[in-house]
Every structure is written in structure tokens, then in C-alpha cells.
């Protein structure tokens, strides 16, 4: 029997972990890796801050499973497979050295996308995968054998036997998988921050609140979490959330709508209590100058002052209605988000093939027998904190294990 022909499209964190665990699984296929640009591992590279976030530290694959806005339900067989401990192993078994950050992100001890670069690398060649730069796939089709003739962008044309697509980005009118029969979910943006044309707020740039809620008026969505305040408007765990799990809603609305921010976790019953131990405390000072809570100097005082509060105010003679005038701006400030910008270390989208068109238990297609899909070509996409890239290696070990034995 000649040995398989496995053709792997996509140089990214998906199609080299696949293409390194079908030449491993099985050393007689040939394994061939195609990236349609001059740049491999070009999201590894940048993610994290350019330290790359391999993973997470969430090991229970139904909780791991709730850190995916779409395609979680779905993940929870892959990620018993091949899941954080997997990754942990697969990568230090092979040199790399992790470390466990407090908020459960693991990264390399170099804090170095590099390292992962280099290990990916190493690993492929050490496999004897034949990785081609510059060399796109144009068109897909079936061959009378079962297998599949592809038309790359140079021209030239590539026959395999099985052939996993790993890429993403495509619309469905140039998608190669399409014309075969299957769908496509179109890919928006995940993972971005707000623009808010506030002077005000803009003057707060680099400002953070340890824990706000961030809401959309008239409908679900609502986030509480860390909030940063930017140059250009809001960013922060709270807003990637928010924009992860809004991400079709945020984009039918053209990333133009209302934002209500809850600055604290007080109840107003609770602030009206400070305020009033303020007014018997120190009811001499100026209230733009003496925090009635847990915030930022400067971001009190735009607050403050927001709620009508002149800097001639003392506690002392804060009247009712400046008082709760100042509850309801610390506990509902309404702005208007006016765009969005991409976070700077995550580059995703959600979109992609359905999973009811995949069998996720080999991420071979249900609809074409020999053709795979993994990593961002699926309709999965996770939070920021190692979750899109510990998909990656689930789906694409899958894959590349599926397709050097099948």
C-alpha cells in the first residue's frame, strides 16, 4: 500500500500541530504543510504580548468548555483527548519550559513566542514534514480516487489523499470547501476593544478599575470584570468579554450603540451610607478631592463631576439630589460606543464551518469523506487567556491523528 498523502492548508498554530501529529503518528505519510503567505506562525508570533499564552490553567473540560462563546458544547469530547494537561506535557516533553501565571495563563519561562516558534519548527522538521511558503490554495476538488486535486495560487496543482483545512478568514464565495457542499458561518470579529470619543474619558487613558460591569442596553449582554480605560476609549478583561460573547449582536449593530458602566459593586444603598459617613467624617472636605469610593483619584473626580459636583462641594452640604445624581452616574454611566479597534494581542473571529458538518471525534467532514478542518477554520472561538490557541492543538492533534490512520 503506498503510503497517505496528507496536505495540510494553513501555517498557523492549527495546521502545524496537525501536520507534526500525522507525520508522528505515522512516519510512512507523506505530509505536506502549506501557508499561502511568506509568514509561518504569524498569530503565534504576536499573541500575549509576543510571550505567546500556550494555555490555560482550567483542566475540567466542562468547566474549560464554558470559556468558549461558540463551540464550546461541542469541545468538551476533543478536550478530554487532548486537552491543557496534553499540552502541557507535549510541549515540555519536547524541551519547552512552562510557567503558571495567577490568573491561570501559562506561558513559556522566556516569555518568548519564540520558543513556541522554534519548538513548532523543530518538531515538523524532526517529522520530516515538507512545509511550503507562499503557496495558497486556490480551488479544491474531488479525485475519481476518493482523494482530492488542488490548484494552489502559483499555478501549479497538488494531488493528496486526505486534506485538512486549517485556515481562516475566507468569505463563502472563495472558500474551497464550499463548492463541496459545506457551509460557512461569516467570520466577524471577537476579542475587541471600544471606541468611546469622550475628552473626558480619553484624558483617563491608561487608568484601570479592578472590578466594573459593562452592560448593552436592550439586550443580554453584560460582563463584570477588570476595565481599562484607553487613549481611544475602553479595553480591559471586561470589554473582551463583552465583545467575545456579543460578537454577531456587536456587529449587526455596526459597532455603533449605548454602554452603561457600573464603575463599582456598591448597591446605591450602600453608596448613599459612605456618603453619608463622609458628611459626618469629614463633611469639610471638597467631595472632588476625597474619594466617597473605591476608584481611581482621577477618575472620581471625572465622575464627580459629571454628576454636576463643582469643586467648591463639601460633603458637608452635598444636597440629596447632587447625592444621588452621583449614585446614578458611579452605578449606570451611559456612553456611546462609536467602533471598535482589535485587542492587540488577539487577532480572532468568530465564524467558520458548522460543527454539525464535522464529526469532532476525528474532525473529518460529514459531508466529504478524506477532507478535515481544525483550528479557526471551525466555528469556534474562545476568551482571551490561552483558549483559542488550546482549540488549536485540541482540533489540530485530532486531525492529524485521524488522518495519518484512518
Known sequence: ???????????????????????????????VLLEKTPHLLAKVRISGGGRCN????????????????????????PLTRFGP?????????????????????????????????????????????????DHGVQSLQKSPDGGFTLRLTSGSTMESDRFLWAAGGCRPESH????????????????????VDLPWLNELAGLSVDSAEVSVPETDLRESAPLLI???????PAILRLSAWGARPLHSLHYN??????????????????????????????VLKSKGVNLPSRLWEKLALL????????????????ANRLVQVLTGTRLHVTGKSMNKEEFVTCGGIPLNEIDTKTMQSRLVPNLYFAGEALDIDGLTGGYNFQSAWTTGWIAGQSMATS
Not at 490555560?56 to 463551540?71: I, K, N, V
Not at 502541557?88 to 516569555?111: A, C, H, M, Y
Request: a positive charge.
Open 85 to 133: 494537561t496534553e499540552t502541557i506535557n507535549w510541549f515540555q516533553s519536547r524541551g519547552v519550559k512552562l510557567k503558571t501565571e495567577s490568573d491561570g495563563r501559562i506561558f513559556p519561562t522566556t516569555d518568548s513566542s519564540q520558543t513556541i516558534i522554534d519548538c513548532l519548527t523543530q518538531a515538523s522538521q524532526k517529522a520530516n514534514v515538507k512545509i511550503l511558503p
Open 176 to 195: 474551497p470547501c464550499t463548492h463541496l457542499g459545506h457551509t460557512l458561518s461569516l467570520p466577524v470579529p471577537s476579542l475587541f476593544t471600544f471606541h
Open 230 to 236: 484607553t487613549h481611544a476609549g475602553l479595553s480591559g
Open 257 to 286: 450603540f449605548p454602554l452603561l458602566i457600573r464603575w463599582v459593586p456598591d448597591s446605591p444603598e450602600e453608596i448613599h451610607r459612605h456618603i453619608q459617613i463622609h458628611r459626618e467624617t469629614i463633611g469639610a472636605q471638597m
Open 307 to 322: 454628576a454636576g459636583i463643582t469643586p467648591e462641594d463639601r460633603w458637608s452640604k452635598l444636597s440629596r439630589d447632587s
Open 1 to 31: 500500500m503506498n503510503p497517505p498523502r496528507i496536505i495540510v492548508a494553513g501555517g498557523g498554530a492549527a495546521g502545524f500541530f496537525a501536520s507534526i501529529s500525522a507525520a508522528e503518528s505515522n512516519p510512512r505519510a507523506q505530509v
Open 54 to 77: 500556550v494555555t490555560h490553567a482550567c483542566f475540567d473540560p466542562r468547566e474549560l468548555s464554558t470559556r468558549y462563546p461558540r463551540g464550546g458544547r461541542a469541545l468538551i469530547g
